[in-house]
């Protein structure tokens, strides 16, 4: 058992990183991976990330570089940008942020000043770090108001979002965040965007490979300026993109670099490319559809026993679950899954009464192991442990957690994970 690509030079150089390494492909291997922000990337993508490229700087852009020697990095990043347009139909794309958050700021740059209005989803109601939530440098730069979801339904509330738009006249509007289950309603955010004047942000950072793949509608023709990471349900590294209309290319640019960062990483621009390339084949639309039928079956199952959904279901990767009828909490419950080979994360719920760090809720994603090849008809067998350990969880009983990591290794082993070798 062991890593792949092998890494035999690391384990003589470095034994204790290497052993890491090791352990942590096995563990990746062994257990049900549903955090919804994560992936398995390709082979490919895993040795593209680990080139020669990253001794390589490269500040600037394709064609107008700071330092010599680009005569490879630069068709690089070209095939990475018109991949991405291809891919998601955008007007122009910018391969270089380093992630996210910083995709996210590169925005607030190009479009806003400190002090501005901005719009953005509450953090406990879904919403990012980086669309205006307090301890963010977005919530202490910007005045930043905020939207939520309705509390009978747990979908967004347009209606507030419009109301607030009318009322604060912000400068940006962000749509998007990292806990919604539901289709989020591109044009209608446009059309409150448009009547205030303000620049709409699609962050798609955990639906862009549902919408590669046509298992989401795309924002692109709705909002000028689409941030997201290459990771996620994209199957690519640790990396961003923006996408724009050739109307808000340049500021975008320019808020990149030379405004937020110096030299990109081109071992993770190359494997991005990868990644797109991966994105463009038939087979990747078949992954995304069949992420949502994961995570619909998913859904169904956990609801035949008991468990409350935010907005009751899912459209997407993702779930998220209100512990609160099952009598224990989610950081408890998380861990006990965890322990039992069930990875996820503790997450609040809208409305929660309950702290951020000891929230009601949990999040769960299907990109991961739809990736590795589980279908519809094995959510109802994760639904039965999930609420196994979660039963235990609450009865603060572990004795029967070790024989539901077991269960869970027996199905696994018959599912390949790219970048390990059994």
């Keep these: 058992m062991t890593h792949q690509p092998a890494i035999p030079t690391l384990s ?9 390494v090791e352990a942590e492909a096995t563990r990746q291997h062994d257990k049900v991976r549903l955090i919804a922000s994560e992936n398995y990337v390709s082979r490919a993508v895993l040795e593209a990330t680990g080139t020669v490229l990253t001794n390589k700087y490269s500040e600037g852009y394709a064609g107008r570089r700071y330092y010599e020697g680009q005569q490879n990095v630069d068709p690089i990043e070209r095939l990475a940008i018109e991949r991405a347009k291809a ?25 806003a000043q400190p002090g501005d209005t901005i719009l953005g ?10 669309h205006g939530w307090s301890v963010s440098a977005t919530g202490k730069w910007f005045n930043a108001v905020r939207y939520g979801v309705r509390k009978e339904t747990g979908r967004v509330d347009l209606d507030q979002v419009r109301d607030l738009a009318r009322e604060h006249r912000p400068k940006l509007i962000f749509a998007g965040g990292t806990a919604i289950p539901r289709i989020i309603d591109f044009p209608a955010f446009a059309e409150i965007a448009e009547e205030v ?20 509608p795309s924002p692109v023709g709705h909002a000028p300026v689409i941030t997201t990471t290459t990771h996620k349900t994209l199957r690519g ?3 961003a993109m923006i996408l724009t209309d050739a109307e808000h290319a340049k500021a975008v640019d320019k808020a990149v670099f030379p405004g937020l960062q110096g030299g990109p990483h081109n071992h993770t621009t190359a494997a991005i ?7 463009a084949r038939p087979d990747f639309r078949d992954y995304a559809h069949g992420v949502v039928a994961n995570a619909k079956a998913l859904a169904d199952a956990l609801l035949d026993r008991g468990y409350e959904l935010v907005s009751g279901g899912t459209d997407n990767h993702l779930l998220l679950v209100d512990l609160t009828n099952k009598q224990v909490g989610g950081k408890p419950a998380a861990q006990a899954l965890d322990r039992a080979g069930i990875e996820l994360n503790y997450n609040t719920v809208p409305f929660d009464p309950r702290k951020p760090f000891d ?5 769960l994603g299907t990109a991961a192991i739809t990736t590795r090849g589980l279908r519809p008809e094995h959510q109802p067998a994760i639904a039965e442990w999930i609420d196994r350990v979660v039963t235990a969880a609450a009865r603060e009983d572990e004795s029967g957690l070790d024989t539901v990591a077991a269960e869970v290794r027996e199905l696994l082993a018959e599912f390949p994970m790219p970048g390990y070798v059994a």
Excluded: C, K
């Design 197 to 216: 004047g303000a620049v709409l942000v699609a962050d798609i950072a955990h639906i862009a490979g549902l919408v590669a793949g046509g298992a989401h």
């Design 87 to 111: 891919v998601f139909g955008a007007d122009h794309a910018n391969v270089q942020p380093y992630s996210g958050s910083p995709a996210n700021l590169a925005a607030y740059l190009a479009f």
């Design 121 to 130: 989803m509450a953090l406990p109601d879904g919403g990012h770090l980086t």
């Design 273 to 279: 490319a990868v990644a797109l390339g991966e994105a």
């Design 359 to 363: 929230p009601s809720g949990i999040r």
């Design 12 to 20: 003589a150089a470095d034994p204790e990183i290497a052993g890491l």
């Design 237 to 239: 590294p640790r990396g």
